[in-house]
């Protein structure tokens, strides 16, 4: 790294198993650049344990932060159950049949260790945004932030929203662009506002992406 470039980050949407595109993304991401994946890195796509070995390389190198969403923390609650309950939760979990239950409990411990939020300098990343009542992350929350947010942790860039691209609303970036759904990955640079965008996973019936996602849109 040049001595006169300061480390910049990149935030990553919802991966949701498109291996073939984080990896595409990430290849045209500066090599001295930290990445944070921004939650949902698992389930939906057809490429879910390449994208987890993957991902979870890259927090090992050092080079990616990996952050909780509300996927990854179904998925330990499940685990966690150890009974037929957890069964039950488990039977429409596309990285419980893609990866079988012995593989999905020697990642149980990772996933449990992931961490809710990544601060920079003037702007934060989480996967949905933050209880409003609590201002403590919340994982699935959607208007209720948006609508509430005041500023307080600067500029928030989100994934869990799925649009057809990366989007502001106030203070709220919002980067999760749909690659499980034929849309792009896409990953935001918080210091400069750049954003890099790979094709995400393409099939057929996934052609309607912008008419599926017009009633997510804010």
Same mark, same amino acid.
């Given at each position: ?9 990149? &935030? ?14 990430? %290849?045209?991401?500066?090599? @001295? ?7 949902? &890195? ?16 890259? &927090?090992?190198?050092? #080079? ?9 923390? !179904? ?7 150890? @009974?037929?309950? %957890?069964?039950?939760?488990? %039977?429409? *979990? !596309? ?8 593989? *999905? ?14 601060? /920079? ?28 947010? @005041?500023?307080?942790?600067?500029? &928030? ?10 989007? #502001?609303? /106030? ?7 749909? %690659? *499980? ?11 400069? /506002? ?25």
């Amino acid at each position: 790294m040049s001595p006169s470039r300061a480390c910049h980050h990149w &935030v990553i949407g919802d991966v949701h198993g498109c291996a073939d595109a984080l990896e595409r993304l990430v %290849a045209r991401l500066p090599a @001295d650049d930290r990445l944070v994946l921004c939650g949902d &890195v698992i389930n939906r796509g057809p490429q879910i344990r390449r994208t987890m070995e993957l991902a979870w390389s890259l &927090v090992s190198s050092g #080079r990616a932060i990996w952050l909780m969403g509300n996927h990854e923390a !179904d998925l330990v609650a499940a685990l966690r159950q150890g @009974d037929w309950r %957890a069964h039950r939760a488990l %039977a429409g *979990c !596309d990285t419980y049949r893609q990866l079988g239950d012995r593989h *999905c409990r020697m990642w149980q411990e990772r996933l449990e260790q992931l961490p809710r939020t990544y601060a /920079g300098e003037g702007w934060l990343a989480t996967h949905a945004g933050f209880n409003p009542d609590t201002w403590e992350p919340d994982l699935s929350i959607r208007m209720p932030f948006w609508q509430a947010y @005041d500023g307080r942790f600067g500029e &928030v860039v989100i994934g869990h929203t799925p649009g057809p691209q990366v989007r #502001r609303l /106030g203070q709220i970036v919002m980067v999760d662009t749909g %690659a *499980c759904y034929g849309g792009d990955l896409s990953a935001y640079c918080p210091e400069t /506002g750049a954003i890099l965008a790979v094709a995400g996973q393409q099939e057929p019936q996934l052609t309607s992406f912008t008419k599926q996602l017009a009633g997510c849109l804010p």
